[in-house]
């Protein structure tokens, strides 16, 4: 078969299905059936608009493949195969790869939890602020009360989420609370925001009052109570006083009293420290499960709690008896006290009223992980064949110390790292030659799966180094160095002890173009302008020209006259200069000179005068020192001659006869003057071979030949006869 991809290069924004169209040609004798599969990336991100093509032989037609990436996949440069196969033999296939760009997409959510607290004067919600996007999100948290009543502070007020991860920030609010009255319910506004997206909230405080109306009626009630109880006492104060009853009762009638039961006295107590095998760490968030184990040796749940953020934990008013310890959490093997596998393997252990367990910490495994990213160096797109990522766990006090493990990484700059310890925090170390090593630091938790960001490698620092020299070779100190590339700039000197005129430029940002400035006084000023690939340090070697000099000088032409506008060219190994006579008398100087400053010296010089009308010609220029040379003259021949004459009728100059000359291209016409009777002249005539034709009616034509030399005047005159 043959295939053709639409394109190479395919750009994708997550959630936002694209198709890739893939033409197909039957080369087959029989009728074929063609589907597509995209290789690198996950299969449901891709569906085929028809699932197979039927084909007759030398027929094409469309594979459309739908590509619908979810909202979290990271951004960056996918090398991607699509991979066109026969469903009748599946030896016929064609790959084709192609770049998928996938686009930043920024999105957020907040979670408020909880959204409403009844409370009094303070509270503290928790906002779970959730990267639905493929990049990591800066966000900052703008809180305010609509009564203004409140003030509202977020912990911390900026936040950066990676992509698919989830941050928390509380929200503190605080404010008075009424005296009396109904609970007061206040709206807080929650603004997460960032220049793309802005993402509202909302929480609710309500505050009770100090006083609530129940208790108020309370104390109007037991102030009518202690009020009657006041009259009852004086009452009664008044019977007692009276004269004893004749009938008695018993002494101890009314020395009964009441019976306590102490619940501490039977009460009993679990707790312990949970800690993580890999790390020594306490571990939060682990769900501890007590089992009263009756004598039938059933499995009875008699209380459960979570580890808090220490790793310690504490099971509370439990009944004496027999009991067994479940600890688990997602991304850990679950263990039973003290490292059990089950229930029926798991220690036993007594607790008897009134007493505290003995601690019943446990450590526990995390269940294996890994980490996946890709690298991306920018001149390249991340098929730099050198890029190295290296993985090593942080240290744990008191172990020997863990070994940096290499990550494979393809070709598009990909790597993955499986079989990882949990939960570990490792160091991830990107190294390419040309670009600076980037080192960062990755936290997994049990029995995590992490994506990292893409790595986008920076070039590495380079510079300039060099030695200034005179013409001679040696070396020169004090000179002034200056770096330019933009809006950058630096400077430094040469040194004049130790290894005189060398220099040394260092950290300069890559790759980059750099303009590098030498100057000295009495010495000519060079510019050169150097191109710095990644991470390149390049030698540079510059030599000055000692000094600055003046040439100058007068150009004429062959009769002593002053020539104006005439080009003079200045040329002294690598410096060039041009200027031009001068056309007029006057205050500026003398017609036909030029000046010539800046030369720089010693040196050995060329001047080259040219003009269209007249013939170049170079002299030589020496100068020693910064004296000006003058002198420096030159004499120009005319590039053009002339040709002139006089015509005559048997020895009698005559008028009015026609002249051309010419020489095969358009010809030049004059005609004989009446005074100086019969003469003619052609002037700025280029040097050659030409005819010159005369003929006036009556008289009879002839044609002669002349040579025109350079700044010559060649005369030809001619006797024409009367007749035909």
């Keep these: 078969m043959r295939t053709a991809v639409a394109t190479s290069h395919l750009r994708v924004t997550p959630g936002k299905p694209v198709v890739l169209d893939v033409e197909v040609t039957n080369t087959a004798d029989i009728i074929d059936g063609v589907t597509a599969t995209i290789q690198g990336l996950d299969s449901a991100w891709v569906s085929l608009m028809v699932p197979v093509v039927s084909l007759f032989p030398e027929a094409t037609s469309t594979l459309s493949l739908k590509i619908d990436l979810p909202t979290n996949c990271l951004a960056g440069e996918y090398l991607v195969s699509v991979r066109v196969v026969s469903i009748i033999d599946p030896e016929r296939f064609s790959d084709h790869e192609f770049w998928l760009s996938v686009e930043p997409l920024l999105a957020a959510s907040v979670t408020m939890h909880p959204s409403v607290i009844v409370g009094g004067s303070n509270a503290v919600f928790v906002a779970s602020i959730a990267n639905e996007g493929n990049v990591i999100a800066d966000l900052v948290i703008n ?413 004429t032409d062959t009769k002593g006259t002053p020539l104006g506008g005439v080009t003079a060219n200045v040329g002294c190994g690598t410096f060039t200069a041009t200027t031009a006579t001068l056309t007029d008398s006057g205050a500026a100087g003398q017609a036909g000179t030029y000046t010539v400053s800046g030369v720089p010296t010693p040196s050995s010089c060329t001047i080259t005068f040219t003009s269209r009308e007249f013939v170049s010609q170079t002299v030589r220029a020496d100068l020693a020192g910064s004296q000006p040379v003058t002198g420096l003259n030159a004499i120009l021949p005319r590039a053009l001659g002339s040709v002139e004459g006089t015509v005559l009728n048997n020895g009698t100059p005559i008028a009015d006869v026609i002249v051309e000359l010419t020489s095969g291209t358009a010809p030049r016409t004059t005609v004989t003057a009446t005074a100086p009777l019969g003469a003619f002249r052609f002037a700025d005539v280029a040097p050659g071979d030409y005819t010159i034709t005369f003929r006036k009616a009556g008289l009879s034509t002839r044609v002669a030949i002349v040579t025109v030399t350079p700044d010559t005047v060649t005369t030809r005159s001619i006797d024409l006869p009367t007749g035909p």
């Design 143 to 555: 809180t305010i009360d609509e009564t203004r009543q409140l003030t509202c502070v977020a912990y911390p007020a900026t936040v950066s989420v990676p992509a698919g991860e989830t941050h928390s920030v509380e929200i503190h609010v605080d404010g008075p609370r009424p005296w009396f009255g109904q609970p007061v319910s206040r709206n807080v506004n929650i603004t997460v925001s960032n220049a793309d997206l802005s993402i509202p909230a909302l929480a609710t405080f309500t505050q009770k009052p100090r006083i609530p109306r129940g208790l108020l009626t309370i104390l109007i009630l037991a102030a009518i109570i202690a009020l009657w109880a006041t009259v009852f006492l004086l009452v009664v104060s008044l019977l007692r006083n009276q004269p004893d009853p004749t009938k008695d009762v018993a002494k101890d009638f009314n020395a009964g009293g009441s019976g306590e039961v102490n619940l501490d006295a039977v009460a009993v107590s679990i707790s312990g420290l949970v800690l993580a095998e890999s790390t020594q760490q306490p571990l939060p968030l682990i769900t501890v499960e007590a089992f009263r184990v009756p004598p039938s040796g059933d499995q009875i749940l008699a209380a459960s709690t979570g580890t808090a953020e220490d790793g310690t934990y504490s099971l509370e008013s439990l009944l004496p008896g027999r009991y067994k310890l479940r600890f688990s959490a997602t991304g850990f093997v679950e263990v039973w006290y003290p490292a059990a596998t089950d229930f029926g393997s798991a220690a036993e252990f007594p607790i008897l009223a009134g007493e505290a367990a003995p601690d019943k910490g446990v450590q526990m495994v995390g269940v294996r992980g890994s980490m996946a990213g890709q690298v991306i160096a920018p001149e390249n797109r991340g098929a730099a064949a050198d890029i190295s990522v290296t993985i090593v766990q942080d240290p744990i006090p008191g172990q020997p110390l863990p070994t940096e493990v290499p990550a494979q990484v393809d070709g598009t700059g990909a790597f993955r790292l499986g079989d990882m310890i949990t939960p570990a925090t490792y160091k991830i170390q990107v190294k390419a030659t040309g670009f600076e090593t980037t080192t960062f630091v990755e936290t997994l938790a049990g029995g995590e799966n992490k994506v990292l960001n893409t790595v986008i490698l920076g070039a590495a620092a380079g510079g300039f180094t060099g030695v200034v020299t005179d013409s001679q070779g040696a070396g020169l100190g004090a000179v002034d160095i200056v770096v330019r590339s933009g809006d950058f700039e630096i400077a430094t000197k040469t040194p004049t002890s130790g290894n005189v005129g060398a220099f040394k430029i260092e950290a300069l940002e890559t790759p980059r173009t750099y303009t590098l400035t030498f100057s000295l006084d009495g010495f000519t000023d060079q510019t050169i302008a150097v191109d710095l690939g990644s991470g390149e340090t390049k030698p540079v070697a510059v030599t000055l020209l000692g000094g600055q000099g003046t040439v100058s000088g007068l150009v």
